[in-house]
C-alpha cells in the first residue's frame, strides 16, 4: 500500500533553515508528480511546491517562491523540501502527497515551527 513518511520538522528561528524529507512506497516514484502542502492552526490546507518525475519542472506557491526549493531523488523513493529564510507564518504541519490511482495519499505530516 502507499506510504508516505515526512520528516525534518522542528523548531527554528526566523530567517532560519530547514530540510523535510518525505520517504514514500507501495508505488513506483518515479512515474509520479510529488506535492507539498502545509496547514497552520485553524486554516485550510494549502499548496506549498509540486515537482514532476525527473525533477526537471517545480511549481510554488507564491509565499514560498524564491525561499523554498522541492527535489527529489528517485534512486531513494524521496521528496524533499528545503525551506530557507523561513518566517513565522511558515509555521504549520507539513504533508507530502501524491495522486495514485485516482486517490489523493497523505503523511502523517511533519511540524514546522518558526519563532520570531
Known amino acids: 500500500q502507499v506510504q508516505l513518511v515526512e520528516s525534518g520538522g522542528g523548531l527554528v528561528q526566523a530567517g532560519g533553515s530547514l530540510r523535510l524529507s518525505c520517504a514514500a512506497s507501495g508505488f513506483t516514484f518515479s512515474r509520479y508528480y510529488m506535492h507539498w502542502f502545509r496547514q497552520a492552526p485553524g486554516k485550510e490546507r494549502e499548496f506549498v511546491a509540486s515537482?514532476?518525475?525527473?525533477?526537471?519542472?517545480?511549481q510554488y506557491a507564491d509565499s514560498v517562491k524564491g525561499r523554498f526549493t522541492i527535489a527529489r531523488d528517485n534512486a531513494k523513493n524521496t521528496v524533499y523540501l528545503q525551506m530557507n529564510s523561513l518566517k513565522p507564518e511558515d509555521t504549520a504541519l507539513y504533508y507530502c502527497?501524491?495522486?495514485?490511482?485516482?486517490?489523493?495519499?497523505w503523511g502523517q505530516g511533519t511540524q514546522v515551527t518558526v519563532s520570531s
Open positions: 502527497n501524491v495522486q495514485y490511482n485516482g486517490n489523493a495519499y
Open positions: 515537482i514532476n518525475w525527473t525533477g526537471s519542472t517545480t
